[in-house]
Structures are given as structure tokens and as C-alpha cells.
């Protein structure tokens, strides 16, 4: 069994990365500029990580700027990007507002802007394309495990939001709703936020199960991150419950510790919001800048669901070396 | 004989129930440099801020010009004649020259400030003062001096008649204070009346035609200068006939015993000229000068509160140094410091650990005294002062000046000091107090404490010292003995011609 | 009224027992205790299990107000505390070392505001602030901007074992609670701490080492905040350098304020500022188990600790002298006088 994993793991990996140096090519030699937010979060690291690792896969030269958190510092490397006359820009914005004018300048300049990860206001055609993930799809993904996972049993869930009033906690909140909305057996019973992070989950998962009986009328949990469902699993075993078994538990992120938990079957799923925006990215620009294929204005990254049986040690392992 | 310019008559003034001024007059020439005198807290400030519609009187007439005036404000009193000058220059030192001294009634032009016609202004109007500044440069880049001139235009050129100079010389240096009076000597020529306050007795021989003298919110007189010996003046402000030498005297016949501490050549530039001191036990030395003199920062000085620039200190034969009270403590100092309120009482604390404090401190905080020894000495010195309160655990704010006076006494006696030093202890205390406090010091120095008592009350330290340092200028200009002792020979040095220097 | 059963009616135990009501009422299995593999569980003592840390910071944070300062800090100190234990752990170093190296990194935080408040004469909340904007960039940088996480049984314990039945948090927040009030009250500690807060220069020319002691008070501050750093790692097995602590100066500050030790100084109680973090605590878990949404946290929080201040102003104290029969008490001309912020009792 064990080598088994192990053998899926090596072939999955094979794909993941031969894939890449076969087939993606059309960008070989050309100069892309990168203007990264910040490194604020492990999620955010490991976008930069990935980013480069695409870079290298595709021969392209990445100019790489780290804006600290600020516009103003983005709005300067992007001018810089332009001076150097990059054959591309990816960009993560900080903020929504305020790019028009260096966004002009860009394109003429005749150079395509790509988004990462966030989109801006103002006219779309200021940029070549959007990549991101789409957070209500998340929210569905992992409401669809709990429908399937549950088949039809009666379950109450608990829902740990992330902080109140983030995008984030209201498009996942709502696709989970979606998603649940046609099964009858599945009640949302408590919601709170978690403020996205692992003590408030744990403090906010003790008041759930104390509120509900100890836990014993608790079917599943669903944490609008995967930090808070990694305090809420602690919460859990303190309580003296089987986090995984008595109480399921499903979040999104897919980052390396909830691995760890589902591989030791305390957590049951995890929805990827995947670091690799950078692939789509380079995909649509190799087919604009050589065959001028206009891309589809909003590229949706796949929202993957991960579950025990997708090598939870190895995802674990290999997203630990991206930096999250 | 010409009609004074600005004349007042029986003011008074008082903030709650407390008399500020009683029946106090003053007549202005124009043309006189008339200087206004007096200690602290004789009513110098007051009056002219009544002068000047700072404050209003509660009765009284002041007549400008012959007419009775009721200023509403310092603006309305400028307007009609009277400009003031303070002490801490009160202009804007961030903006320019120009602009201070037209500021609020700038000359327009199509609705706009005119720079070029201000500017042009403020040179012909600085040229009068032989000021040559660039009127467009920020005030602050000029000395204290010049701003100080820039004050005086402007004072002038808007109010014209009275010009009052609230300390003007305190931070000159010799040759300003020249500059300045070459100044207030032409202003005087064109007929202005002008009031110099000051601490400096010379400044006012130098300069001023006529003096009014104050003391505790009365008028004692207003004398021409050409006819006031320096004796005279000095007996005017600190209010004692030079006659009087017969005065109580409990400190005359004590024995001093060995010597206790010695000062020695202890200075701190700006604060102390180099001083000797030594301390006997079972002494009490007076410290007499007038404000200004140095009083308090000596205290500060041989408590360890600043550090000295120079000197050393022996206690009984010992070298030693101050580095903070704390060190000053451990030799068996103890200091009741002028400002109670600001230095001395910890007011929201209750009598008892105001009064356990130092000794608590000395002891250290790992050996607390038990809550039965505080109780205790808090009993015992609420007893021996005779401390009004309605019990020991009331916090010390709401007892009146006189027993938080006591309570800080009694916080150093706790101590079992070997040197006491007081500032001014019975300032601000009633007269059933005032003679408790001074019955107490002596009879504390029966058992062999050392005592330096800072005090303006001449009598005071008449009654109880056995030695007497008089400062002046920041330096001891003198000391008196056993029966030489008295308000007269203390008023004498205080007058005294100061020597006479090659500039 | 006797003097023990009137000082023991203070408005911070009335609000503290009308909050837990509403809860009850909110969520009728409140006060339902129940034992379970050795330890206590229960909606009261998740009430104290999680106002520990905050109730740890307010202790430190009590000295240092009753000196006139504050300490912004204290939050971040968390942060730096708890990545230096679990990365330290992480290395394999053993327990004692790891928890010593961690509360060492307390002591230097506090060492330096306390130095910057003493020794430089920079205003509390300025000196503060600094290390309460770099210390996350520092703790950060110890985690190398991971959260570390950790499976060291003794460190985990520091969070969530038990001893005698109670959370280890609990145990560690009365153990010092008991020790710092010994240590202020039994010596004469206290006393000076408050005389500094009264009058610092009057303190000073008492003979007391001003300086020394607010550098004493910072250090204890960052000294406790390095404890609720432990703990707060230890309970989530992992350190969290962007958010552990996150805004807890604040309720730390909160809970000095509602334990009746005044932000100009004095007079302080260390075991009411305990009672001011419980409150705290008692009110979020309310909120967690009414199942109100989340929407409203803020704001019902917000309303309660108004209630609360307001009760415990001087100007309700007044009142209240006035409304109260047959209390024998001095005029109420004075806040430190109305029974509200009366600490006397702490005193004896």
C-alpha cells in the first residue's frame, strides 16, 4: 500500500512537473515582470515559489518585484517593467483602485497585463486577462464532499467563517449554501467567524461544541480556511471526540498542515486555492504574443478537492518545500 | 507737572476668596521708565494683566489719557495704547519677521497680504530700532535678543502709549541688556510711558526713573529713583524697618557641635556660581536672597537632585557623591522642597504612606514596614504636628497647604535625618501653622540635627538660625554670625552695591 | 455593612455575574460542569481556560499602568515569545530551556521599553508602540514567516493539559496572579509602584529609584506577556507570528480599566484586573455560544463594556453614594474616594 502511495505519488509528480517542460513552450527567451504584493502569507510565498518554478519550466526570464504591501511600490516596478520593455506583466494587485493611469501606460506601451489572484476596477481593457480563483466554487467544491460524503444521513454542520464582512468569507459562505441547498439532511446549525486564523478556531470550535451538547449533535464542520479547521480539530480531540469520524471536517486552502491532519484522518477534505496562477498565466500569453489568440477576460484556476486518498503525506511534503 | 498717560487707582482683585490685590494704584508718565517690584506673589503679574485686560478688576479705575477705560481683552488694550511684552516672547517663531510684526492686521492689496508692502514696512519700521534683519527670514533664526526687539516694535508700533516689559532681561546676556536699554532710552525720549519689570536691583538703578514697590497684593509705595537708597528699596520689598533687631531670636545661643557635611568649591554652570559650605550639626542656617538668587537651586544641588559640575562633598570626614536623592538619603539628608504640590506630596496616597514613604524607601522595598509600624508613625506625627485630618488613611490632597506641609515634614523626621533641608516651609501656611513649624525646627536641632532653611520670610530666619548665607546672583555673597544676625544686616548685604568691574 | 462583604460588592463582580446570567439565559447549559478523563470541562471554565492570556497581560499591564505608562507591546512580545519556544522546540532543544529562552525574550522586550520610558524619557505609548510595530516583523523573522508548529507533549501541556483537574492555563493564571499580588502587596512594592504613578518627582526626592522600578514594571510586563505567548503557542501547537496576541493589548489595557486601576496612575489591583479580563472573556464566550451571528460581535460587545465603564465612572459612583442608605463614607468630592474605584481593601 505504502509503496503504492508512494509510486502515485512519483507519477503524479512526474506529470505535474514533465508536463510542463514538454509541452509548454512559446515563451522561450522572453522577459516577464512579476509584481508580487508581499509575502504576507504562506499561501502568498508559495505563489511566488510556484511562479518561478512556471518561469523556469516555460524559458521565461522573470523579473521579480516584492511591493511590501504597497501600491505605490507596484506602480513603480510596473513603470520600471515598462522602461525595460518586458515582452509581459503579471500582476497581483494590493488594492482594487487607482492602476488607470500606469495600466495605460502599459498598454501603450504595447505590453499585455495579466492579474493575479485579485481583480481591479476600471475598464477591462486595461488588461489582457484575469487569472484567479473562483472563491464561491470553492465553497460549493466542499459543500459537494459533504453532500456526497454523507449520503443522505442527516447532518448538522458547524461553519467557522473567516473574517466577517472579506470577500473570501462571503463567496465561500455562499457556495457552500449552494452547494447544500438541494439536501434536505444538511443544516447549517452554528455559524461564527474564525478570523481566518488557528487560536480563534479553536476558541470559536470549544463554544460550538459546548453549545451543542458536547458535540455529540455535531455531524460536520466547514472552516472558510484551512487554519481555523486545523484549531477547530484540536478543539475537537480536546473534547474527547474523533475529529475525521465524529465529527467530519472539511475546509479549503490546501495547505501543508491540513495534509498532516488528513493523512492522520483528523481531517476528512480541503478545496486547493492553487498557488499556480502563474501557469494560466503563461499559457494565455504564449498563445496571444505568438498566434494572437485573444484569451478569455477571467481564467478560473481550478478548484481542486483533496482528499485521504490524494496522497495527503506527499502534498504535505512537496507544499511544504513551496514556502507556505 | 504733565498728566500721567495711564493712571490706576484702587484695585482690587481677588480669585475666590483670595485677596490678590488690595487698593493698589499705579500713575504712568510719559516719557518715564517706571519699574514695578516686588517677591513673588506680591501681585506684579496680576496688575498688569489688569492693565493690560488679561484679567478685570472687581473694583477700581484706570484712566488712560485722563479718561476711565474698561479694556475688554490684551487686543482691546492694545488698541487703545497699552502693549505688553512677556518674558517668553510671544510671537510665532515659524513664521517671518515681517509677518510677526504685522500679523493680524496685514496690509491688503486686492484682498490678498501685500508681502512686498509688509516687508517694506517692517525694514523702515525695524530701522527705527537700528535692527538690521532680513524681514523675510523666519523668526527663529534670530536670538532670543532680537525677537525680543521684533516684541517691542510691535508692541509699539500698535499700541504707542504704554509699553510693559514683563522681565525682559532674563535671558540676555550683558551686552543685549546694553543693546535693550539703548532701545527702552530712545522709546522714552519719544514719550512713551514704559513698565520694567525685573529681579535685578542694578538693572533697575541703571535704567528706570521711578519705582512702585508691591508686597503681598498692596502697594507700598512708588518713590523717584534718584531718592531711593538701595536700602530702602530692598526694606520696601521685603517689608521689615531696618530698625528692627530686636527680633525673636531662639538660634542665636546655640552651640553648633562637629562638622556634618562640607561642600566644597560644588558649582553648576547657569544654576550655581562655586560655593563652600559647610554644615555643623545641631546647626541652623538660614539661606536669605531674593528670588532669583539662587535659593532653590542651591537646595536642588546639595539634596543631589542636579548633579553638580564641579566640587566635592565630605560627609564627616568622607568623601562622597550625589548621583540622585536616593544617595543623599542614605547619608541622612532629607529635603522639603518648595512646590509641595509638584515635588512633595504624592496626593492621591493616603497620610500614612505619605509619611511612611522615605523611611519605607530607605529601607528598601524587600523590608516592608508591617501595616502596624505605619500605623503607628503615622499616629505619632499626626500627634507631635498637630496634622488636621480626619484620620490617617485620608488622602493627603484633601488636607489643606499647611498640613500637607506637615505631612511631608513628617515624612523626613520619620527618617531621623542628620541634615534637613527646608525651602520655604512655612510659604502658603497660616499663621497657627506657620508657628508650630518654626517651634518644631529649632526644637529638632536641640537633638543634633542640621538644619538649612530656605525661606523670603527675613524674620523667620532671623528667629531660628544660627548662621545665615545671603545669595545673590546665583553666589553667596555673604554670610552673618550669632548676633550679627538680624533683618537689617540681612536686607544690607541683599542691597549691597555690587563690586565694581572693568567691563 | 461589614468592611469584607462591602468590598467584595464591587460593580466589576456584579457585572461579571450579570454577564454570566445572560449567558445562561442565552444558553442554558452554562453552568453545566462535567469531568472527564481527568479534567473539568464546561462552559465556565472555557470562560477562565481562555481569558488566561489576556488576564496574564493584564497583570503585567496593571504595574505598568499604576506607574501612569502603558504598554502597547505587549501583543506582539506574545508573538516573539511563542515563535522563540516553538521554533526553539522544533530544534529539539529540551522543555526548561525552550520555556526559559522564551521568557527571557519577555524579559529583554520589556527591558527595552522599560528603558526607553526610564532612561530616555520617551512617552509610554511612543516607546511601546515601536516594539508593538516591530516585534511581529522580528517574530516573524524567528519563524522565518511559518507557523510553526510543533508536537512536543511538554510544550503542549503548557496550553492544553491539566493539572488537578484544571486547564494549565488556569492553574498558571492564578499561580501568578497569587505571586504578583504577594510580591506587590507582602513587600513594599506596591506602595512604590503607586507612589511613582501619584508623583513621580515627589517619588523621586523620597528616595525612591524611579527608574529602576519603571524598568521593573516594563520588564514584569514583557515577563507576562512571554507566559501568555507560551501559552497561546502551546494551545494551538504552533506559532502564529502574524496573529497570535493579535489585538490583545487592547483587552489587556480593557481589562486594567474595568478592574478599577486608573490610566493616570496610583492606586492598582492586580486580582481585580483579572476579574476585568474574565469579564472580557465571559462576554465573548457568551457571544460564542448564543449563536448570534457574527455580525454583531463587535457591536454587543461594544455596548456591554459601555454599561460597564459607565457603571464603574466616578459621577455613577457618586450617585450611587447618594442613593445607597447609611453608608458611613467621607464626601464624595473625589473619584478615589466612591466606592468604585476604592481599592483600600486590596490594600489590607
Not at chain 1, 439536501?183 to 488557528?198: H, K, M, P, W
Not at chain 1, 465529527?247 to 486547493?272: K, M, Q, R
Not at chain 3, 526610564?118 to 516591530?134: H, S
Request: hydrophobic share 45%; glycine share 10%.
Amino acid at each position: 500500500m505504502k509503496l503504492l502511495n508512494l509510486l502515485a505519488l512519483s507519477v503524479s509528480a512526474l506529470t505535474v512537473m514533465g508536463s510542463g517542460a514538454m509541452a509548454q513552450s512559446g515563451l522561450e527567451g522572453m522577459t516577464i515582470g512579476f509584481s508580487q504584493i508581499g509575502s504576507e502569507s504562506g499561501w502568498r510565498a508559495a505563489e511566488t515559489s510556484v511562479t518561478r518554478q512556471q518561469a523556469e519550466e516555460w524559458g521565461v526570464n522573470l523579473q521579480f518585484s516584492d511591493a511590501q504591501q504597497r501600491q505605490e511600490n507596484q506602480i513603480r516596478a510596473i513603470r520600471s517593467f515598462i522602461a525595460q520593455d518586458v515582452d509581459a506583466i503579471l500582476l497581483a494587485p494590493v488594492v482594487a483602485t487607482g492602476w488607470e493611469e500606469v495600466l495605460s501606460e502599459a498598454k501603450d506601451a504595447e505590453i499585455p497585463v495579466v492579474l493575479l489572484d485579485r481583480g481591479i476596477e476600471g475598464p477591462e481593457d486595461l488588461y489582457l486577462t484575469s487569472v484567479a480563483s473562483d472563491q464561491v466554487l470553492e465553497g460549493r467544491v466542499a459543500g459537494e464532499w459533504l453532500v456526497d460524503a454523507v449520503a443522505g444521513e442527516d447532518c448538522r454542520v458547524v461553519e467557522l467563517q473567516g473574517t466577517v464582512g472579506s470577500s473570501p468569507a462571503i463567496n465561500r459562505k455562499q457556495g457552500f449554501e449552494e452547494a447544500i441547498a438541494g439536501a434536505d439532511n444538511i443544516e447549517i446549525v452554528r455559524s461564527q467567524t474564525g478570523d481566518f486564523t488557528r487560536a480563534q478556531g479553536k476558541q470559536v470550535m470549544e463554544g460550538f461544541l459546548r453549545a451543542e451538547n458536547g458535540g455529540a449533535d455535531i455531524c460536520a464542520l466547514y472552516a472558510h480556511n484551512d487554519d481555523m479547521a486545523v484549531g477547530a480539530i484540536q478543539a475537537i480531540s480536546e473534547a474527547g471526540l474523533t475529529p475525521g469520524e465524529d465529527i467530519l471536517v472539511v475546509s479549503i486552502d490546501a495547505v501543508p498542515d491540513i495534509f498532516t491532519a488528513i493523512a492522520a484522518g483528523e481531517a476528512n477534505a480541503t478545496v486547493e486555492l492553487t498557488p499556480n496562477m502563474a501557469g494560466p498565466a503563461f499559457e494565455a500569453l504564449a498563445a496571444y504574443l505568438n498566434d494572437g489568440v485573444e484569451p478569455e477576460k477571467f481564467i478560473i484556476t481550478e478548484s481542486r478537492l483533496y482528499t485521504a486518498e490524494d496522497d495527503p503525506e506527499g502534498e504535505a511534503e512537496r507544499r511544504r518545500g513551496l514556502g507556505y | 507737572m504733565p498728566e500721567p498717560v495711564l493712571s490706576a487707582a484702587h484695585i482690587d482683585k481677588s480669585f475666590l476668596d483670595n485677596k490678590v490685590l488690595d487698593d493698589v494704584g499705579i500713575d504712568l508718565m510719559p516719557g518715564e521708565i517706571h519699574a514695578l517690584l516686588g517677591e513673588n506673589g506680591a501681585g506684579k503679574s496680576t496688575l498688569i494683566k489688569i492693565l493690560t485686560g488679561a484679567y478685570t478688576h472687581d473694583a477700581g479705575t484706570i484712566l488712560l489719557d485722563g479718561k476711565p477705560v474698561h479694556p475688554r481683552d490684551t487686543k482691546h488694550a492694545q488698541e487703545m495704547g497699552v502693549g505688553t511684552v512677556y518674558q517668553e516672547v510671544n510671537l510665532l517663531p515659524n513664521m517671518t519677521v515681517a509677518e510677526n510684526l504685522y500679523i493680524g492686521r496685514q496690509p491688503l492689496k486686492f484682498g490678498l497680504v501685500d508681502n512686498r508692502k509688509m516687508e517694506r514696512d517692517a525694514r523702515a519700521l525695524l530701522s527705527r530700532y537700528q535692527l538690521n534683519v532680513d524681514v523675510g527670514s523666519q523668526l527663529d533664526t534670530y536670538s532670543v535678543a532680537v525677537q525680543q526687539i521684533v516684541a517691542i516694535a510691535r508692541a509699539v508700533d500698535i499700541s504707542g502709549k504704554v509699553l510693559i516689559l514683563d522681565e525682559p532681561t532674563a535671558s540676555l546676556d550683558q551686552h543685549e541688556v546694553e543693546v535693550l536699554f539703548g532701545i527702552l532710552q530712545r522709546l522714552k525720549a519719544d514719550g512713551l510711558a514704559i513698565v520694567f519689570i525685573t529681579h535685578f536691583l542694578d538693572q533697575v538703578y541703571e535704567i528706570a526713573d521711578r519705582a512702585t514697590v508691591l508686597r503681598n497684593g498692596r502697594r507700598v509705595g512708588s518713590r523717584a529713583m534718584a531718592d531711593l537708597p538701595r536700602m530702602d528699596l530692598v526694606t520696601m520689598m521685603l517689608g521689615h524697618a531696618i530698625a528692627d533687631t530686636h527680633a525673636l531670636r531662639i538660634g542665636g545661643g546655640r552651640q553648633p557641635g562637629g562638622l556634618f557635611a562640607s561642600f566644597k568649591d560644588y558649582a553648576l554652570a547657569g544654576k550655581a556660581a562655586p560655593f563652600d559650605l559647610d554644615l555643623h550639626e545641631g546647626e541652623i542656617v538660614g539661606v536669605a536672597g531674593l528670588l532669583g538668587s539662587g535659593r532653590t537651586e542651591m537646595a536642588r544641588l546639595l539634596f543631589g537632585i542636579d548633579r553638580p559640575d564641579s566640587g566635592e562633598l565630605t560627609v564627616k570626614g568622607k568623601p562622597c557623591k550625589l548621583r540622585e536623592p536616593r544617595d543623599a538619603i542614605a547619608l541622612g539628608f532629607g529635603f522639603a522642597p518648595e512646590d509641595r504640590k509638584v515635588d512633595g506630596i504624592l496626593g492621591d496616597l493616603t497620610v500614612r504612606e505619605n509619611i511612611a514613604i522615605a523611611l519605607q524607601a530607605r529601607q528598601g522595598w524587600t523590608r516592608p514596614l508591617s501595616q502596624k509600624a505605619q500605623v503607628d508613625l503615622a499616629d505619632r506625627f499626626v500627634r507631635a504636628l498637630d496634622i488636621r485630618t480626619t484620620g490617617i488613611e485620608q488622602p493627603v490632597k484633601f488636607l489643606s497647604g499647611g498640613n500637607q506641609q506637615k505631612v511631608v515634614l513628617a515624612r523626613w523626621l520619620a527618617t531621623n535625618p542628620k541634615l534637613l533641608i527646608l525651602d520655604e516651609p512655612t510659604r502658603g501656611i497660616d499663621v497657627g501653622a506657620h508657628a508650630e513649624i518654626i517651634r518644631m525646627i529649632n526644637s529638632l536641632c536641640d537633638q543634633g540635627m542640621s538644619l538649612l532653611v530656605i525661606s523670603s520670610e527675613l524674620d523667620e530666619i532671623v528667629a531660628y538660625s544660627s548662621r545665615v548665607l545671603v545669595l545673590r546672583d546665583r553666589a553667596i555673597s555673604g554670610e552673618l554670625r550669632g548676633a550679627h544676625i538680624s533683618v537689617g544686616a540681612i536686607v544690607k548685604m541683599i542691597a549691597m552695591q555690587p563690586e565694581v568691574q572693568d567691563a | 455593612m461589614s468592611r469584607p462583604l462591602r468590598s467584595f460588592i464591587k460593580p466589576q463582580f456584579i457585572a461579571l455575574a450579570l454577564i454570566l446570567l445572560l449567558n445562561w439565559i442565552l444558553f442554558p447549559g452554562f453552568f453545566n460542569l462535567f469531568f472527564r478523563d481527568g479534567r473539568l470541562y464546561g462552559s465556565l471554565i472555557d470562560v477562565l481556560n481562555r481569558g488566561a492570556p489576556v488576564a496574564i497581560l493584564a497583570i503585567g499591564m496593571t504595574a505598568v499602568i499604576a506607574t501612569r505608562g502603558i504598554d502597547l507591546s505587549v501583543g506582539a512580545v506574545m508573538a516573539i515569545a511563542g515563535a522563540v519556544a516553538a521554533t526553539m522546540v522544533g530544534d529539539g532543544h529540551p522543555l526548561f530551556l525552550v520555556i526559559m529562552a522564551a521568557l527571557a525574550a519577555g524579559l529583554v522586550c520589556g527591558l527595552w521599553n522599560g528603558s526607553l520610558v526610564a532612561l530616555l524619557g520617551l512617552q509610554p505609548i511612543i516607546a511601546t508602540l515601536i516594539l508593538m510595530v516591530a516585534g511581529r516583523g522580528i517574530a516573524q523573522t524567528i519563524t522565518e514567516g511559518f507557523i510553526v508548529t510543533f508536537n512536543d507533549p511538554g510544550l503542549i501541556f503548557m496550553g492544553s493539559g491539566s493539572i488537578l483537574g484544571l486547564p494549565t492555563p488556569i492553574i498558571i493564571m492564578v499561580t501568578l496572579a497569587a505571586l504578583a499580588t504577594a510580591a506587590f502587596r507582602l513587600t513594599a512594592l506596591g506602595l512604590f509602584v503607586e507612589a511613582i504613578g501619584v508623583n513621580r518627582s515627589a517619588s523621586t526626592y523620597a528616595g525612591l529609584r524611579s527608574r529602576a522600578l519603571l524598568i521593573g514594571v516594563y520588564t514584569f510586563a514583557g515577563f507576562c506577556a512571554a507566559i501568555s505567548g507560551i501559552i497561546a503557542a502551546a494551545d494551538i501547537r504552533g506559532a502564529d507570528a502574524n496573529n497570535v496576541g493579535l489585538w490583545l493589548e487592547l483587552d489587556a489595557i480593557l481589562a486594567v480599566v474595568i478592574g478599577g486601576t486608573s490610566l493616570m496612575g496610583g492606586r492598582f489591583s492586580i486580582p481585580m484586573s483579572v476579574v476585568g479580563a474574565l469579564i472580557i472573556q465571559a462576554m465573548n464566550t457568551g457571544i460564542l455560544v448564543s449563536g448570534f451571528p457574527p455580525e454583531f460581535n463587535l457591536l454587543v460587545k461594544a455596548a456591554l463594556i459601555i454599561v460597564i465603564l459607565v457603571v464603574q465612572s466616578p459621577l455613577a459612583g457618586r450617585i450611587w453614594y447618594f442613593i445607597a442608605p447609611s453608608r458611613k463614607r467621607p464626601p464624595p468630592s473625589s473619584p478615589a474616594e466612591t466606592p468604585a474605584t476604592s481599592t483600600e481593601g486590596t490594600l489590607k
